[in-house]
């Protein structure tokens, strides 16, 4: 049986790009595949410590995990649920992984060199973070990974690492897909990258700084409105998509084929022509207010208990997967 997995780090309250791009994607695959495939949604809490947690991480992962569960998820007995630091096997593989990586494939990892901004004080975990992803990945022999496109050459990282493993020590590791199957397998034509609201050349980032730059899951949906309608466009007047000249516009374009889970070439083809760009500014606004009530009434209704049942039962599975899997590592390493 194949296994779909993917995680997200539960450092902050999760932004509309996270969750449009991650977290909706992921949940509308797993309920496509939950018939024939393990789906393994884990929080990469062991990831989260690299940088800032905003308020208490043991809680934050619960909240993750009830996103998940709000924005649709289906359980059956083949979706698992778990912590990455309740499953010690995910270091002790990563670890294993660091003395088969090399420093010139891991120093070029955009993240790193985005996150450490070529300073020498960063720590060493956001340098080594793709490792511990790659041990996330090849513990459970995954080959669909959901993510983002700015986690897409970790992806390639981890391939080029099992790869070079296997060819030593034998087919231990299942090899990933490729990012361009990838990217298939989720049914788009390339990755989600909604974008800052008020610098739409770069993506919306949870730990960017701007309020108005990004909406929050837990944003007053008036508030999360008054954001859209103060959004950066652009001096064209004209609602185009096109990413490259008019981020702004395009950004907005694609915020509104999300939300309502339209396919985006109807939504460009509704507003070609159009020139107001504050009517676009209203539709999409109203459109994110009503997404964020229904998504906030839904996780008001989960409770903690039906979280962490779902967490014993999967904490359970992932420790038999994982350390099956890591013994024959250790065992290759001539450790057992
Ligand atoms: P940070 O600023 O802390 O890096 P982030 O918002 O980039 O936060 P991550 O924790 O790095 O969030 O990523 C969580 C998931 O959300 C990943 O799968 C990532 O690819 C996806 N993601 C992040 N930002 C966006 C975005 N703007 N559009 C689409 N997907 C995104
Ligand atoms: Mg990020």
């Not at 309020?211 to 944003?219: F, V």
């Not at 949906?221 to 185009?240: L, Q, R």
């Not at 779902?310 to 359970?316: C, D, F, I, N, V």
Request: net charge negative; hydrophobic share 40%; with cysteine.
């Amino acid at each position: 049986m194949q296994t779909i997995l993917t995680g997200i780090r539960s450092n902050s309250i999760l932004t509309l790009g996270n969750y449009l791009g991650a977290l909706l994607p992921m949940v509308r695959l797993a309920n496509k595949h939950s018939k024939d495939s393990n789906i393994n949604i884990f929080v990469p809490d062991l990831h989260s410590i690299i940088s800032e947690v905003d308020g208490d991480l043991k809680e934050n992962t619960i909240r993750t995990l009830k996103y998940y569960i709000a924005a649709g998820l289906e359980i059956n007995d083949n979706v698992h649920i778990y912590r990455q630091s309740y499953v010690p096997a995910h270091s002790e593989l990563c670890w294993i992984l660091n003395c088969v990586a090399t420093m010139g494939e891991t120093s070029r990892m955009i993240q790193y060199k985005e996150k450490s901004k070529g300073s020498d004080s960063c720590n060493v975990g956001i340098f080594d973070y793709p490792i511990l992803m790659a041990a996330d990945i090849l513990l459970y022999d995954a080959t669909y990974i959901p993510l983002g496109e700015d986690q897409f050459q970790h992806i390639e990282l981890t391939r080029n690492i099992a790869t070079r493993f296997n060819n030593k020590f034998g087919g231990i590791f299942t090899i990933p897909a490729k990012t361009l199957d990838q990217v298939k397998f989720m049914g788009q034509e390339e990755g989600v990258r909604i974008r800052d609201l008020q610098n739409p050349e770069k993506k919306m980032s949870k730990s960017t700084l701007a309020e108005n730059s990004k909406i929050m899951l837990d944003d007053e949906p008036e508030k999360a409105m008054k954001k859209i309608m103060s959004a950066t466009t652009d001096s064209e007047g004209k609602i185009k998509f096109d990413m490259f000249n008019q981020p702004g516009i395009s950004n907005l374009l694609q915020i509104e084929a999300l939300v309502n889970d339209r396919p985006l070439q109807d939504v460009i083809g509704e507003w070609a022509g159009e020139t107001h760009y504050g009517d676009l500014k209203k539709k999409v606004a109203s459109s994110v207010f009503n997404m964020l009530t229904d998504f906030q009434r839904k996780m008001a209704e989960i409770k903690d208990e039906e979280v962490l049942s779902l967490l014993e039962k999967g904490e359970k599975y992932a420790n038999e997967t994982a350390n099956a899997k890591l013994l024959e590592v250790q065992k290759a390493f001539h450790l057992r």
